[in-house]
């Protein structure tokens, strides 16, 4: 596969099943069972990255549906600590973007 046929499949949109996981660790798009690429898994990821450094659950707080509404709809996230390296607080932003095409790989 030549990289120009990569590039135009990284950005692919597929019909997946929708609601696959853990709720507080899915993607908007999973969540709102659109159609959804690899870049779900960044927003899985963040979260996960989340969850290590904070030492809490992401999304805790939420009901799945103010989850639905909060995060998926409106693109709420979790407050990322000061504490952090401005590196790590910039990765996670990109990587909870509600554009998936905005996440860092």
């Known amino acids: 596969m030549s990289s120009v046929d990569s590039a135009a499949s990284d950005d692919e949109r597929r019909?997946?099943?929708?609601?696959?996981?853990?709720?507080r660790y899915m993607?908007?798009?999973v969540a709102l069972q659109e159609p959804?690429?690899?870049?779900?898994?960044?927003f899985s990821f963040t979260s996960l990255?989340?969850?290590?450094?904070?030492h809490q659950k992401p999304f805790s707080?939420?009901?799945?549906?103010?989850?639905?509404?909060d995060a998926c709809r409106n693109g709420k996230r979790p407050l990322l600590s000061g504490k952090?390296?401005?590196?790590v607080q910039a990765?996670?932003?990109a990587?909870?973007?509600?554009d998936s095409r905005a996440r860092a790989l």
């Open 91 to 93: 990765l996670m932003a």
């Open 15 to 23: 019909k997946l099943t929708g609601l696959t996981g853990s709720l």
């Open 95 to 98: 990587g909870w973007s509600s």
């Open 27 to 29: 993607a908007p798009e």
């Open 36 to 42: 959804y690429n690899h870049k779900a898994e960044v």
């Open 61 to 69: 707080w939420m009901t799945p549906d103010t989850f639905l509404a």
């Open 84 to 87: 952090w390296p401005g590196d």
């Open 49 to 54: 990255l989340y969850h290590f450094l904070s």
